[in-house]
Every structure is written in structure tokens, then in C-alpha cells.
């Protein structure tokens, strides 16, 4: 009798194991599934700014920062000198012998500026822009990026047409600008360089750019810029998208053949690149997209 009740409590005990193993499995194979999948988190943005949602001023402080750039990759001391903002240059005691300790040198570089997020406040005229993004440096092959998660606050005086950057070694947690109504007198380098009309046919080539580059040098973030309900209805894993991709990049083109916005609540650009591939691009806000495609 007390063998029965031993062997039915190991059968017991078995079978409890060979449930949970089933569980644990099932679980398992749940979490890889991409209905799972969640959306990489947006960072937040300090100082309580606003995000930027005008186009001309988005690529105003992309030209501010581009120009800066090249000043840089030229090793112009003087016009570096005179863009720095003033508080920049007094908190760091920074002349032309000791300019390269902080801002760095990328010497015989193309750069240009990518940004991923900008944010403004303004006091009267005077706006305070924080810009967080890569630089690039551009050859004729690809673009490669020399410095991820660059952080600037661009001070921007409206009444007089001028700017002064602030680059950013760490996020602070107040702001470093004490005083950014007070006036930035005009000298011969920071004069701000308004934007070109941005034009829908721009922003189509700069989304296509974009994503054909995410997809050649980053294809695990470019599987994050894909909408949703296209993700799930036609990768249900990263792996499966990966490879697809892998298997299809040679049929895809950055440049635009066609370009027409969609109407509705949302900005929507329907691309067609010279391969006539469709690609529908969501904008959430000035350089953050979503998209879908189709392979012609």
C-alpha cells in the first residue's frame, strides 16, 4: 500500500514537471513572437522645451550646426571662436591654444549633422534649441556616423539674425545658459543662414535617404522604423525581416522617382524610388517616421 502512494505521488510529481516545462516553452516561444514587440522608447526631452515642429526652423539649426561643423573640420579657429557662445567659452577658459581639448577634431572629414531629436523654448524673440544627434562624415560610397548622441543647445536671437552654440559634454539638469534673452551681437561668422523652402519633394528624398541608409548600415534600426500592423502582417520576427532584407537590398534605391503627400491628420509621403518600390512614410514629427513598403 505505501508503494502505490509513493508511485502515484512520483506520477504525480511528472506530470506536475512535464506541465510546467510545456508552459515555460509555450511562454518562451510567446516572448519571441513580434505581437510582442514593443516600440523602442522615446527618450524625453529635457529642460521642458518643445519639440520642434516647423520645418524651416528644424533645418535652420541643421544649417547652424552643418556650417559649425565644417568650421570645425577646417580647423578655423577664429569663426569657431566667435560661434561659441560666450558662456561656453568663460566656463571652459577656452582660447585657440586649447579649442580641439573639447569640441574634438575630425580633420579632413565631410561632416554634416543628423538629428534624431530637437526641442526649443523661447523668450521673446529668442529661442534656445536642444539638439541631440549623430555626426556624419560623408564620402562618396556611404555615410558613416563619427559621433553618436552629439548634444547641442543652439541660442538663436531673431531680433538681431544671429546664433551661438553651446555644445553639450553631458545632459544637465538645469540649464547651462543663464542668461539666453541677452542679446548676440552680429560678427563676421554667426550670422544665421535661413533654410530653403522645404518643399514636399525634399522631405520625400530626405525619408527615402534616410531609411535606404538605415537599411544598409543599420538594419536592425530599420526594422524599428516599420509600421506596426506591416511589421506584424509581414514579419513576425525580426530574423524573418533581417532576411529578407539581406535578400532584397540590391532591389532597393535612394533615389526618388516619384514623391505625393496623402491627406488626412497626419503627414504622409507616398515614395516611389527609380526601382518603383512604394514606400508610405508617417511622419511623427520632423524626422521621426514610420514606413511600409512594397517591392515592385
Sequence with gaps: MKKKKIIRFSIIIV?????????FLINGL?????FDYQEPESEKIPYEMEPVREYSYFFSVINILNQYLSYLNDQNNEALLQILHPEYLDLYKINEHNLYDNLGEFKSLQLSFKANIMAYKTYNNKYLY??????????FE???IVEENAMFLINVDYDNITYAIYPLNYLY?????????KDIILNNYNELIGSNV??????????LNDFIWQVNNNPQKSYDLLNSDFRKKEFKEKNKYLSFIDDNKNKLSSQVFSCSSLS??????EVKDMNF???IFTEESIMKYKVEFTLK
Design 277 to 279: 518600390n512604394t514606400y
Design 142 to 144: 556611404d555615410n558613416n
Design 198 to 207: 522645404i518643399t514636399k519633394d525634399y522631405i520625400c528624398n530626405l525619408y
Design 264 to 269: 488626412g491628420r497626419e503627414k504622409i509621403y
Design 15 to 23: 506530470i506536475f514537471l512535464i506541465i510546467f516545462g510545456i508552459v
Design 173 to 181: 539638469e538645469i540649464l547651462p545658459i543663464n542668461e539666453p534673452e
Design 30 to 34: 510567446h516572448k519571441n513572437n513580434d
Design 130 to 139: 536642444y539638439v541631440k544627434g549623430d555626426i556624419v562624415a560623408n564620402n
